[in-house]
């Protein structure tokens, strides 16, 4: 294999096209992402309320169970 054959030809051509900036990525409207970022953020509203009921009833067996050996003694 020759060392020519990884060479970039000379000539204007070749510099014009190693300064040419790149083409800039069109971005999406960022609106639906902070709106989609906000709903990420947050858990769903019934898994809140089941997680507040479930620490609400542990609780309660708990008190119950402290309950029980109090008056057990």
Known sequence: MSDTAHRRPAGPAADEAATAPAP???SPD????REAAQVEDRAPMGMA???FIY??????ISAFF?????LGK
């Open 30 to 33: 960022p609106a639906p992402l």
């Open 55 to 60: 620490l609400v009833a542990v609780h309660f």
């Open 66 to 70: 402290f309950l029980l050996f109090y």
């Open 24 to 26: 800039r990525a069109v």
């Open 49 to 51: 309320v089941r997680v």
